[in-house]
């Protein structure tokens, strides 16, 4: 079976289960046990205390009985642990993981169907398309949060000044964004949701994105795929024949 490579083992146990900041060595058992019975494994350390002479050591022997895919989920949903979130250390073993084996992450929201939708549509917009595509990679990698969150806001824009013809920030363009839709013959009711998602999107990225590092991670992936369908919608109906029979 395919294994993370044991440099990288040795260093995420050493964090994971650091003597005074790490988990405890009844949390190894009891997750271990946990992703030993999820993935029909046989681990040497499933009972405490263990003939390890430590806790790293514990765990490390535990990690290798898994295959590649699930070290990866281990260590990766180890490292997320709330007792983590203040861990400088275990932030870096995340992101380590990421930049190493991104590979094994098995859950991607590139590959969900609004998602390919939305780059096939962005297809024309390609200063927009980059952002995005940049947006989702920085995503699925685990890192740069707040990163992720300023090349959707900047994508969006970019869209949004391609269909305008403009140079607006994209706060400033509610206006004619609001014109554009009336002349497309969006519903009354649906262009007014759209501007107001618009507005609150914007005030969002400015109060808890752009002066601000504490991202929540709960709420990136909702604002990706929101700014998705909004994109999306924008691009399709800005090719509808104008109602007033303007093209």
Same mark, same amino acid.
């Given at each position: @079976?395919?294994k ?7 260093y ?11 988990l405890?060595? @009844? ?10 019975i999820d993935f ?16 790293r050591?514990?765990?490390?022997e535990n990690?290798?009985?898994f ?10 949903e180890?490292?997320e642990?709330?007792e983590?979130s ?10 380590l993981?990421?930049?190493?084996y991104?590979?094994?992450a ?10 390919? /939708?939305?780059?096939?549509w ?7 398309? /980059? ?6 990679? /920085?995503?699925?990698?685990g890192?740069?949060?707040?990163n992720?969150?300023d ?36 519903s009354?009711e649906?262009k007014? @949701?759209?501007?107001k ?5 914007? /005030? ?8 601000n ?6 709420e ?5 795929e929101?700014t998705?369908?909004? @994109? ?5 109906i ?5 109602t007033?029979?303007?093209?």
């Amino acid at each position: @079976m395919e294994k993370l490579d044991d440099t990288f083992l040795n260093y995420a146990c050493d964090v994971l289960a650091e003597t005074n900041g790490g988990l405890s060595g @009844m949390q190894i058992v009891e997750y271990c046990n946990s992703y030993a019975i999820d993935f029909n494994r046989a681990i040497p350390h499933g009972s405490y205390p263990f003939e390890a002479k430590n806790k790293r050591t514990a765990l490390k022997e535990n990690l290798r009985i898994f295959e590649a895919s699930e070290q990866f989920k281990i260590i990766k949903e180890l490292s997320e642990l709330p007792e983590f979130s203040n861990n400088d250390k275990a932030h870096k073993v995340k992101q380590l993981l990421y930049t190493r084996y991104g590979n094994l992450a098995t859950k991607k929201i590139s590959e969900t169907e609004l998602i390919q /939708k939305t780059i096939h549509w962005l297809g024309n917009h390609p200063t927009s398309l /980059k952002q995005y595509e940049s947006a989702l990679a /920085k995503y699925e990698g685990g890192i740069f949060e707040r990163n992720t969150l300023d090349d959707m806001r900047l994508s969006f824009e970019l869209l949004v000044k391609d269909l305008l013809s403009n140079n607006r920030s994209l706060e400033n363009q509610i206006a004619d964004l609001g014109s554009m839709l009336k002349s497309k013959g969006a519903s009354e009711e649906l262009k007014n @949701m759209v501007l107001k998602i618009i507005d609150y999107y914007t /005030k969002f990225q400015n109060n808890h994105v752009k002066h601000n590092d504490a991202v929540n991670s709960n709420e990136i992936e909702y604002v990706i795929e929101l700014t998705s369908v909004v @994109m999306k919608y924008l691009i399709k109906i800005s090719d509808v024949q104008n109602t007033n029979g303007i093209s």
